[in-house]
Nanobody
Framework: QVQLVESGGGLVQAGRSLRLSCATS????????MAWYRQAPGKQRELVAI???????NYADSVKGRFTISRENAKRTVYLQMNSLKPEDTAVYYC?????????WGQGTQVTVSS
């Protein structure tokens, strides 16, 4: 059984920062890509940032220069540092991991940015 536990969401004013964490546990032999997605009310889930097992990263244009994804393999954890937050960043953020034989999603954590 694989579990993903997210933390770090909350309510913050525009311009401030938040850091999301997603810790994985269970029967895991290898973690390939790790990523963060988000879904705002009435919108489709979208990719925010992704990091490969080798450390290569890619970001949605809307967050480039403001968000940073990182991973700590020994802790099987992925992070999303979010700076200069904007009201349009408000969404439920989900972590995603690709374990090769299957992929898994976190339960989601709410991020609300007030203007």
């Amino acid at each position: 059984q694989v579990q993903l536990v997210e933390s770090g969401g909350g309510l913050v004013q525009a311009g401030r920062s938040l850091r999301l964490s997603c810790a994985t546990s269970g029967r895991i032999f290898r973690i390939n890509d790790m990523a963060w997605y988000r879904q705002a009310p009435g919108k489709q889930r979208e990719l925010v940032a992704i990091i490969t097992s080798g450390g290569s990263t890619n970001y949605a244009d809307s967050v480039k220069g403001r968000f940073t994804i990182s991973r700590e393999n020994a802790k099987r954890t992925v992070y999303l540092q979010m700076n200069s937050l904007k009201p349009e960043d408000t969404a439920v953020y989900y972590c995603y991991v690709d374990l090769g034989f299957n992929d898994y999603w976190g339960q989601g954590t709410q991020v609300t940015v007030s203007s």
